[in-house]
């Protein structure tokens, strides 16, 4: 089972609209889905306890879904990326 995506893992991937992170994963590296211009929303479980602070660089219209309270609801608030909370 995957627990980490690593740094740099899908930049400037041009195929990826949503993504779905399976429970288990706990960390999302720097610049994982940096430049995605496709990316409009990624699922992100209670899980996942750290996200790099440019994991998300330049991309403008993504959603992150998150359990309210979680590590990914407190980073989208702190990075102003917006969030839908389930």
Excluded: W
């Amino acid at each position: 089972s995957l627990r980490v995506i690593e740094a740099e893992a899908f930049e400037s991937c041009k195929a990826l609209k949503t993504v779905n992170i399976k429970e288990g994963l706990t960390h999302i590296g720097d610049e994982a889905f940096k430049d995605c211009k496709a990316l409009k929303e990624i699922h992100i479980p209670y899980s996942v306890g750290m996200i790099a602070e440019d994991a998300f660089e330049g991309d403008n219209d993504l959603v992150i879904h998150c359990g309210k309270g979680s590590y990914a609801h407190e980073y989208a608030i702190q990075s102003g990326i917006e969030f839908v909370t389930d």
